[in-house]
T-cell receptor, first 116, second 111 residues
């Protein structure tokens, strides 16, 4: 099956620094990637939709200047949390679809971000 | 617009007992429906999906779900629970590639 990786799996940073999270589709080309945020014991909240070569579409309430998304190729999307603060600590999950008929999403393993 | 409601945030069953996790959806177009499982600090793993065709779909690990359009439901079942089934389960509806997830159900399996 299709495999999506994320790097790093876990990151701890100081408040005010920026953190970049990578999402890669390893064995297929992803026309669209999604970034989700998940708080403990809660569901996934869609942050943005990323299409290769175009600007990301952000969900309402998500600050695009704080969460920078770049989808430079069909296999790589990055999420940069700029000037991170403790309230940005969360589990970030990406997913990718290959444009197949049923738009099945393949999820990455997630990145645990802790901002001190 | 689409939405998903998972009835019961916590379900506890004994090992060997029937597992039933409930999911109801709303969608303005014919839906694609998915069930995912999530283990602690991991991403989501697809259990099964309904797209078109047969309304009873079988997935991995002995799980299955039945799409009932008249009831707008897609409940997940497994005849006999195993300790390794303890996890968080999410139902999702997808249209045009965009997914909406339910709030999740935590399944606990007692020995």
């Amino acid at each position: 099956g299709a495999v999506v990786s994320q790097h790093p799996s876990r990151v701890i940073c100081k408040s005010g620094t920026s953190v970049k999270i990578e999402c890669r589709s390893l064995d297929f080309q992803a026309t669209t990637m999604f970034w989700y945020r998940q708080f403990p014991k809660q569901s996934l909240m869609l942050m943005a939709t990323s299409n290769e070569g175009s600007k990301a579409t952000y969900e309402q309430g998500v600050e695009k200047d704080k969460f920078l998304i770049n989808h430079a190729s069909l296999t790589l999307s990055t999420l940069t949390v700029t000037s991170a603060h403790p309230e940005d600590s969360s589990f970030y999950i990406c997913s990718a679809i290959s444009g197949g008929a049923y738009n099945e999403q393949f999820f990455g393993p997630g990145t645990r971000l802790t901002v001190l | 617009a689409q939405s998903v409601t998972q009835l019961g945030s916590h379900v506890s069953v004994s090992e060997g007992a029937l597992v039933l996790l409930r999911c109801n959806y709303s969608s303005s177009v014919p839906p694609y429906l998915f069930w995912y499982v999530q283990y602690p600090n991991q991403g989501l793993q697809l259990l099964l999906k309904y797209t078109t065709g047969a309304t009873l779909v079988k997935g991995i690990n002995g799980f299955e779900a039945e799409f009932k359009k008249s009831e707008t439901s897609f409940h997940l079942t497994k005849p006999s629970a195993h300790m390794s089934d303890a996890a968080e389960y999410f139902c999702a509806v997808t249209n045009a590639g965009k997914s909406t997830f339910g709030d999740g159900t935590t399944l606990t399996v007692k020995p």
